[in-house]
């Protein structure tokens, strides 16, 4: 198997063994505005980069500002010698605007695969909350996710790439914590589970809580900055 694929954030890519693993899917959960865009678009312009494409299937309305801003960081880099403009040519992105287009994005993947080292589904799960609240089937909702996530984890396998889908979180009544959509049967289909969280003096904490080779419950923190991502500060 090929190297993780970095987020250029060296205290987020410690905790996650070198970035995110190749073969599984890495699912990236947090409450609205902690930082999973952040660090999955940060990944993907890694990739581009580095010479290589990411796909980005964009289900919450990218900020393309965003975007170049963060391929403008890496672009200024001492040791870079990429343009901005190469750097987004090697980023393909796929909108979707409905559930419908959520499924049909994540089939046609499946046409990229041999080409990109990321695919990025940010986020797998938006599309599921509101389609849930009218769901009179029990689950039908969250089985529609399940299997869009595990066909993204047989491409993960089948082609040795890194796959990354977001997720947001709902209050579980019985314990009154924030959980992630979809529990247990995301989870399993998950080979890594990190938690963004807005933390202290402006930084944000990343809790690994499933890896395959790393132990559950370490912790990093960064910032999000005006070209991307920086490491933690003390607060």
Same mark, same amino acid.
């Given at each position: ?25 890495? &699912?990236?959960?947090?409450?609205? $505005?902690?930082?999973? #865009?952040? +660090?999955?678009?940060? /990944?993907?312009?890694?990739?581009? =980069? ?89 689950? &039908?909702?969250?089985?529609?996710? $399940?299997?869009?996530? #595990?066909? +993204?984890?047989?491409? /993960?396998?089948?082609?040795?790439? =890194? ?73």
């Amino acid at each position: 198997m090929s190297d993780p694929i970095p987020t250029g954030c060296r205290p987020v890519d410690d905790l996650l063994g070198g970035g995110f693993e190749r073969g599984v899917v890495t &699912q990236v959960y947090g409450p609205p $505005a902690a930082g999973k #865009t952040n +660090l999955a678009l940060a /990944a993907a312009v890694e990739v581009a =980069a580095g010479g290589d494409c990411a796909l980005y299937i964009d289900t919450e309305g990218l900020s393309i500002g965003r975007f170049e801003q963060m391929a403008a960081g890496r672009a200024d880099r001492p040791d870079a010698d990429e343009t901005v403009e190469e750097i987004a040519s090697r980023l393909v992105i796929s909108e979707a605007y409905d559930f419908d287009d959520q499924r049909e994005a994540v089939r046609d993947a499946e046409e990229l695969a041999e080409e990109v080292e990321l695919i990025v589904l940010d986020s797998a799960t938006g599309f599921y909350r509101l389609e849930r609240a009218g769901d009179t089937e029990g689950g &039908q909702s969250l089985r529609k996710v $399940a299997k869009q996530v #595990t066909h +993204l984890l047989s491409l /993960a396998r089948r082609h040795d790439i =890194a796959v990354v889908i977001t997720n947001q979180v709902f209050t579980d009544p019985d314990s009154d914590r924030d959980r992630a959509l979809g529990g247990n049967t995301l989870n399993h289909w998950t080979g890594a589970i990190v938690r963004v969280d807005r933390f202290r003096g402006g930084n944000r904490r990343v809790t690994l809580e499933k890896h395959r080779s790393k132990p559950a419950g370490d912790t990093a923190t960064f910032r999000i900055v005006g070209d991307g991502l920086a490491e933690g500060t003390d607060a």
